[in-house]
T-cell receptor, first 114, second 113 residues
Framework: GAGVSQSPSNKVTEKGKDVELRCDPI?????LYWYRQSLGQGLEFLIY????????KSGLPSDRFSAERTGGSVSTLTIQRTQQEDSAVYLC????????????FGQGTRLTVV | AQSVTQLGSHVSVSEGALVLLRCNYS??????LFWYVQYPNQGLQLLLK??????LVKGINGFEAEFKKSETSFHLTKPSAHMSDAAEYFC???????????FGKGTKLSVKP
């Protein structure tokens, strides 16, 4: 596609439910990143993929959070047993190379846990 | 470890006035520095970046930033604000070779007519 696509754009879920957030990066981009944007914490790095492997998961806030990437393309961020503090906008970005090149961001998924 | 500090969570200027958004960074290695803009309900769009070379970097929409190593700063400027510049601006530093970004808390720019 023309840009990074994220779905759904909005998600409301009940506390304790599991959610899956999807990211379709720009075709050919090898690096993929997940970030979380919340009022109290600003923009936080969650996880980085190079191809299908995730060499850096250091930003995942708890073991309820996991992510995978398949075929070097689509990535899914899963949050199990959601809590109200998980409410945030989850942003995905992709890059043709890591380090200093531009990261292209999707429009995000706004997650609300009620 | 890298970090970014943006001074002023909210800046208000009049249309036509100078825009100055401040960013200071901390990095143990030569930094790559970025400014992103976020319009309401949108993702982040790159305004400009500094990697190596010329320290004065020009970006889109008339913005520019100057990398000052001695001051560990990367302030964003625009000579004349336009109403369409109203948005939130984020300064970021690249955290090493894998390219993930460390962001500042953001500065919300308001432009008064």
């Amino acid at each position: 596609g023309a840009g990074v696509s994220q779905s759904p754009s909005n998600k409301v879920t009940e506390k304790g439910k599991d959610v899956e957030l999807r990211c379709d990066p720009i075709s050919g981009h090898t690096a993929l990143y997940w970030y979380r944007q919340s009022l109290g914490q600003g923009l936080e790095f969650l996880i980085y993929f190079q191809g299908n492997s995730a060499p850096d998961k250091s930003g995942l806030p708890s073991d309820r959070f996991s992510a995978e990437r398949t075929g070097g393309s689509v990535s899914t961020l899963t949050i199990q047993r959601t809590q109200q503090e998980d409410s945030a906008v989850y942003l995905c970005a992709s890059s043709p190379r890591d380090s200093y090149t531009e990261a292209f961001f999707g429009q995000g998924t706004r997650l609300t846990v009620v | 470890a890298q970090s970014v500090t943006q001074l002023g969570s909210h800046v208000s200027v009049s249309e036509g006035a100078l825009v100055l958004l401040r960013c200071n960074y901390s990095s143990s290695v030569p930094p790559y520095l970025f400014w992103y803009v976020q319009y309401p309900n949108q993702g982040l769009q790159l305004l400009l970046k500094y990697t190596t070379g010329a320290t004065l970097v020009k970006g889109i929409n008339g913005f520019e930033a100057e990398f000052k190593k001695s001051e560990t700063s990367f302030h964003l400027t625009k000579p004349s604000a336009h109403m369409s510049d109203a948005a939130e601006y984020f300064c970021a530093v690249s955290a090493g070779s894998q390219g993930n970004l460390i962001f500042g808390k953001g500065t919300k720019l308001s432009v008064k007519p």
